[in-house]
Every structure is written in structure tokens, then in C-alpha cells.
């Protein structure tokens, strides 16, 4: 009968022990580095399961002890809600705020930038060759781009896009971007035009919106600005040519290149 109790007794203290040491495995690697040097983008699939991502972290080198890992998922299992998305992972970042990131659901942010003066298919062709963006567009077309955004006027597209460094999360939709920067820019041209100066030869915002862009692509400095377009203004008003460089090579489709005088 002692040698049952202190067999038992043997037993029950090799467990302890063996718990003991696992879970000292399991805070070690909690508390620990992932293995990454460089900022790495993750992608989680939707319906991963804990096995599963234990196995891709292990694969993409990104942690080295999948097993303790899903003993670590187990005995802390609010760190095991993870949600579907792309992630962005930093170097020094431990397992346990890895865990906690896709726990948030905060997926990476991606920047991509309009810059003034650009046209439609300038914008069209970032969007193209932009990571982690999702294309629906048919095709490049104005009449398409005015169909899809719902354009109040469908002739309007050009400069109707307000130049921004606009972020986006992986599976953004092309048309989604374009959206937004639409949006932003009827906002901006409707105060503008609430606002302007009475007697401008502007028929319509669209007008309106063309001298805008004009004015940016024929001066170098803002403080400028306002000079040249009152040279434009009195051109329009006594029908006189605009004769300025960015019109013709607007015109030629902005395959103009090297020096050039009108």
C-alpha cells in the first residue's frame, strides 16, 4: 500500500514538474521575439484554424515552435479569435502581440498617392500595378469610370479626383479608391464654387475645375498662383486664346516630352 501512495506520489510530482516546464515553455515563447529581420506582410485566410496557422507561421519562418505554440493557444484562449486579413508584422514584435493583432483585426494599411495634375489614366495605371488591390474595372474608358463611380455628370471625369496620398487594406476595390477620391473632390469644388468671386467666365464647375488644373500645371510655386490666373481670367473673358503649355499637351495626350514653347 506505501509503495501504491509513493508511486502515486512519484507520478503526480513527475506531472507537476512536466506541467511546470510547460508552461514555462509556453510564457517563454509568448514573451519572445518572432524570427523576422525585415517588416513582413501576412495574409490569413478566412476559416484558418488554429492548427493551420500554427503550421503557416512555422512555413513563412516567421515563429520555430508550432507545437508549444498550440499549447499556447490552449491555455490562453483569447489569443486564439483570430480574423482573417493581411497583416503587417514588425521585427521585434512577440508572439503574443502578434496573436493579439490578429485577435484586433487591424489589418496593414497601404498608401497610394494622386498627385496633381495628373489624368485618368495616369491614376488607372497606379491602381493597376498597386499591391493588394482588387480590379473590377472593365476597362479604362470614361464613359465606363463614369458609369461604375455614378457620375452626376458623365462628361466630367478629368480632374474630377482629388490628389491625396489615400491608404487602403488588402482587397480595396479599384472602383472603392476612385470613390473617395471623387467624393473628396466634389466636397472641395462645391465650397469653391459657393464661394468664388462674382463675374468669373466660368459656365459651370467643370470649367471651373479645368482652370484649377491648368493654374497647378503652369506654375512652379504657389505664391504664383493667383497671377496667372487672373492672366487666364482676362484671356477668357475677351475670347482670347489660353496659349499656355499645359492645354497642348493635354491635348497631344501627355506624350509631350523634353523642352517645349508655345
Known sequence: MKKMLRFILL??????IAAGVGMWKVRQLAGSQILIETETIFTLKPGTGRLALGEQLYNEKIINRPRVFQWLLRVQPELSHFKAGTY??????TVKELLQLLESGKEAQFPLRFVEGMRLSDYLKQL???PYIKHTLQDDSYATVAQVLKFEHPEWVEGWFWPDTWMY???????????RAHKKMVAAVDKAWEGRMENLPYKDQN???????????????????DQVASVFINRLRIGMRLQTDPTVIYGMGGKLQGQYFT
Do not use: N, Y
Not at 88 to 93: E, L, Q, S, V, Y
Not at 169 to 179: F, K, M, P
Not at 211 to 223: C, D, H, L
Open 128 to 130: 493597376r500595378e498597386a
Open 207 to 225: 470649367q471651373f475645375v479645368t482652370m484649377a488644373s491648368i493654374v497647378e500645371k503652369e506654375t512652379a510655386v504657389a505664391s504664383e498662383r
Open 11 to 16: 507520478i503526480l510530482v513527475v506531472l507537476g
Open 88 to 93: 503587417r508584422f514588425t521585427p521585434g514584435m
Open 169 to 179: 487594406t488588402a482587397g480595396t476595390t479599384d472602383v472603392a479608391l476612385l470613390q
